[in-house]
Every structure is written in structure tokens, then in C-alpha cells.
């Protein structure tokens, strides 16, 4: 077991903009030699601008128009199954490539295309399954291996959560931690049946979903959210939410800090409480949400 050594806000990757603040930081953590956790934050963009025409305009006819989304992601390689590592970092450039390979993005009111952003996420798991199957078709050794998913994708003033495994989005508003995930483990399935908590506990590392080198098709779970100047989202995987309770969580978010430094107040905590396995955490603030229309999503804000 090594050593705690905090790290420093140095080793934090960070993106800002007036729309969104993120910063992200991965750790092995003091017990484990290698990091199964991966991370990645992706931003889309479509930019109008007229450059040549034949014909008079008005002045709010030719503004450049230029939206944005961003696509975090946080996926966690299963502890204990053949290489994690790989099988995380394959279901992240999966998305990366099949992203890259549409025509477009999802960039108009989520709320109001709820089965089409349902077959479009199904398509990126199915092209995860995909990705998954080919790399142990090059290297049988591969085979078993398996990873978590939790993502956010964030247009306007919109988000739709997507999740599939134990790793963890929480929404951080009004000094109030939300979990919007819910964890896909043994323990919360027992739980549901009546098991108290303290007895399912024991099978709270017993993951029941997630992407894997089988055949069979990865349900998941999506949620669609209303954001608000000042929220904060938080992707991270179990090494963080094992080590740290969601009581501190609220605490280092109450602070008032920037981002950079409660996402490495975060993995320090975790490295603080012992560390035992990989910790990962990427984090946003929402800035300016300019003109965003106020869409309809109270039929699928997520029940904790």
C-alpha cells in the first residue's frame, strides 16, 4: 500500500468557458498498481456564419449562430475482471469514434425527444458491446472483461444522464446534493426486495449492469434534467463514493471554491479515507445559460 500524498490542483485537467467551467483528475488511488478508471470530456459545436450572399439581410438574419454541447463521461473497468483498463478505455473511444462518425449531434430541446435521444444512446451502447466483442476477437485474453458508463450530455440549459453500472452523477444545487444516478449493484436490488442495508451492504461491489464481451444488449438508464445557473454536476466512479460519504461531498461543494479545486479536494479525500481503489472524478459548473428556453422535463426528473 503506497503512501497518502495529496495531489495538487497542478495535476487537474480544466476546460472554461462562459458556459461551463469542468475539470476532471483520475488517481489510482494506495492500494491498487494499475488505474481501470478513464474519463473523457467532448465538445460539440455547430457554427453558422454567412459569408458570401446575393441578397439583403436583416441585421438579426446574419448574427453568427454558433451552440455547443458538451459530453462528459467517467467509466470504470470492474475490479477483480480481466483488464478493466482496457475495457473502460475501449467503451470511451467507442463513443469518441461513433461521435465523430454522426452528422450531427443532438442540439434542439431534449425533453421533446425523449425515444429519439433513448435509440441514439442505444446505438453508442451497441456500439460500445461492438467495440468490446472486436477487441477480444484480437486477443481472446481479453475476454471477460467488463466496465461501468456514467455520462452527462449538456446542451443549454438541458442534460440527459445516462448510466449503466455503480459509478455515480450527483447534481450539487442550493447547498443540496442530489444523486441522480442510481447505483446498478446487487446491494440496491436486495434492498428494493426488503434486505435492510446494513445485510446488502456486503453486495454493494457486485455489479447486476454493465458493458461486457457477451452478446446480450446493455440496458441503461437515462434521465433528463432543467439546469440552472450555478449547478454543479459530478461524474466519478466508486472509488471516490466508497471513500467518501455524500456528506463530505456536500460539505467540499459548500465551500464556495472554483472547480479545479473541489475536484482535487474530492480525490484527495477519498486518498485521505484509505484509497482502495481507483478514484476518478470529473466536475462542471453551469455559467451563463444565456436565452435558454425553459423546456419541459418534469416527467423524467430522476427519483433518488
Known amino acids: 500500500m503506497r503512501s497518502f500524498s495529496e495531489v495538487t490542483c497542478g495535476e487537474v485537467e480544466h476546460f472554461e468557458s462562459s458556459y461551463v ?9 494506495l492500494v491498487r498498481d494499475n488505474n481501470e478508471d478513464q474519463y473523457a470530456v467532448i465538445r460539440r459545436s455547430r457554427h453558422s456564419e454567412v459569408l458570401l450572399k446575393s441578397f439583403s439581410l436583416g441585421e438579426s438574419e446574419v448574427e453568427d449562430e454558433k451552440i455547443e454541447a458538451y459530453w462528459l463521461l467517467v467509466a470504470d473497468g470492474l475490479g477483480g475482471q480481466v483488464s478493466g483498463e482496457i475495457a473502460s478505455a475501449t467503451a470511451i473511444r467507442a463513443v469518441m469514434q461513433y461521435a465523430s462518425e454522426l452528422s450531427s449531434w443532438v442540439m434542439r430541446p431534449l425533453g421533446e425527444i425523449r425515444a429519439e435521444l433513448e435509440a441514439r444512446l442505444q446505438c453508442y451502447g451497441d456500439a460500445i458491446s ?6 477480444v476477437q484480437e486477443n481472446p485474453d481479453l475476454s471477460g472483461m467488463a466496465t461501468t458508463l456514467t455520462s452527462v450530455y449538456l446542451f443549454g440549459n438541458q442534460a440527459a444522464i445516462l448510466n449503466v453500472g455503480d459509478s455515480r452523477s450527483y447534481l450539487f ?13 446487487l446491494s440496491r436490488q436486495l434492498q428494493r426486495q426488503g434486505l435492510p442495508e446494513k445485510v446488502a451492504d456486503a453486495y454493494r461491489n457486485v455489479v447486476t449492469r454493465c458493458f461486457d464481451t457477451t452478446d446480450r444488449e446493455t440496458s441503461f438508464d ?31 461543494f459548500s ?7 473541489d475536484c482535487c479536494s474530492l480525490v ?4 485521505r479515507n484509505g484509497g482502495k481503489d481507483n478514484v476518478t472524478a470529473v466536475l462542471a459548473r453551469l455559467g ?3 436565452d435558454c428556453p425553459d423546456f419541459d422535463t418534469t416527467e423524467s426528473n430522476p427519483e433518488t
Do not use: K
Not at 467551467?21 to 488511488?29: E, M
Not at 461492438?130 to 477487441?135: D, I, K, L, T, Y
Not at 444545487?173 to 449493484?185: A, F, I, P, V
Open 21 to 29: 467551467t469542468i475539470s476532471a483528475l483520475t488517481h489510482p488511488g
Open 268 to 271: 484527495n479525500a477519498a486518498l
Open 255 to 261: 465551500m464556495g471554491r472554483d472547480v479545479r479545486e
Open 173 to 185: 444545487r442550493d447547498r443540496e446534493l442530489q444523486q441522480l444516478t442510481e447505483d446498478h449493484t
Open 130 to 135: 461492438r467495440a468490446m466483442r472486436e477487441r
Open 288 to 290: 451563463d445559460l444565456g
Open 222 to 252: 437515462l434521465f433528463l434534467l432543467t439546469l440552472e445557473q450555478g449547478d454543479q454536476l459530478l461524474l466519478c466512479s466508486d472509488g471516490l463514493t466508497d471513500m467518501v460519504q455524500d456528506s463530505e461531498i456536500r460539505q467540499i
